[in-house]
């Protein structure tokens, strides 16, 4: 199983970025998809999750209104959607997936190898 996460790079405070998430050797259709990210001198924070189906979807509170996360199952890819960029979402973000859907880290079994995204004010 391989997550290949992209799309990360600098963006200004307001603007967009469109994270990408492919996934191989993985049957989305078992697994639920989630979005992590870590800043700097932080803890790893649960960002985004969606079921495999995209029809149940969570966001933590400092991101909800402002990101999207979907999944294409025919590209077996799951995309984050950042709108409003702040300095604070500034953080390496990771994909990850497993058999549980859910806000906890440990629930999931596959991680990618994280997209760096710097917010400058």
């Known amino acids: 199983v391989q997550l290949q996460a992209s799309g990360g790079g600098l963006v200004q405070a307001g603007g967009s970025l469109r994270l990408s998430c492919a996934a191989s050797?993985?049957?989305?259709?078992?697994?639920?998809m989630s979005w992590f990210r870590q800043a700097p001198g932080k803890e790893r924070e649960f960002v985004a999750a969606?079921?495999?189906?995209?029809?149940?979807?969570d966001y933590a509170d400092s991101v909800k209104g402002r990101f999207t996360i979907s999944i294409d199952n025919a590209k077996n890819t799951v995309y984050l959607q950042m709108n409003s960029l702040k300095p604070e979402d500034t953080a390496v973000y990771y994909c990850a997936a497993g058999p549980t859907y859910g806000r906890i880290s440990r629930l999931y079994k596959y991680w990618g190898q994280g997209t760096e995204v710097t917010v400058s004010s």
């Open positions: 969606t079921s495999w189906s995209g029809g149940v979807t």
């Open positions: 050797g993985l049957t989305f259709r078992r697994n639920a």
